[in-house]
Nanobody, 123 residues
Framework: EVQLQASGGGSVQPGGSLRLSCVVSGITFGRYAFSWYRQVPGKGPEWVSGLNDDGSGPRYSDAVKGRFTISKDFAKSTVILQMTALKPEDTARYFC????????????????WGKGTQVTVSS
């Protein structure tokens, strides 16, 4: 059974940084594309960033482009989201998802997701 366990959230001031990790287990990590989503209460999930099975082709939403970096640590089966220059509007619960394909396609619905980790950006 696939499991995705996110961690690394917390409370930071505007302009600060956080590094989110999503440890993946139960599958062959290098065979699937992954993404990070975020969600605030009362709204639907918002796609943030994703990448292909081999870590190539990172893509970002316009809201985070230039500030966030996504990567894969194959030794640790972990999807990482490095977040810098954080803004109050980045406040949300961030969760990682797995796609049933190798190449990222955000039009394809993900087939596994974790519970997420809370990020709060406030002065």
């Amino acid at each position: 059974e696939v499991q995705l366990q996110a961690s690394g959230g917390g409370s930071v001031q505007p302009g600060g940084s956080l590094r989110l990790s999503c440890v993946v287990s139960g599958i062959t990590f290098g065979r699937y594309a992954f993404s990070w989503y975020r969600q605030v209460p009362g709204k639907g999930p918002e796609w943030v960033s994703g990448l292909n099975d081999d870590g190539s082709g990172p893509r970002y939403s316009d809201a985070v482009k230039g500030r966030f970096t996504i990567s894969k640590d194959f030794a640790k089966s972990t999807v990482i989201l490095q977040m810098t220059a954080l803004k109050p509007e980045d406040t949300a619960r961030y969760f990682c998802v797995k796609y049933p394909v190798r190449i990222l396609d955000v039009k394809i619905h993900y087939d596994a997701w974790g519970k997420g980790t809370q990020v709060t950006v406030s002065s």
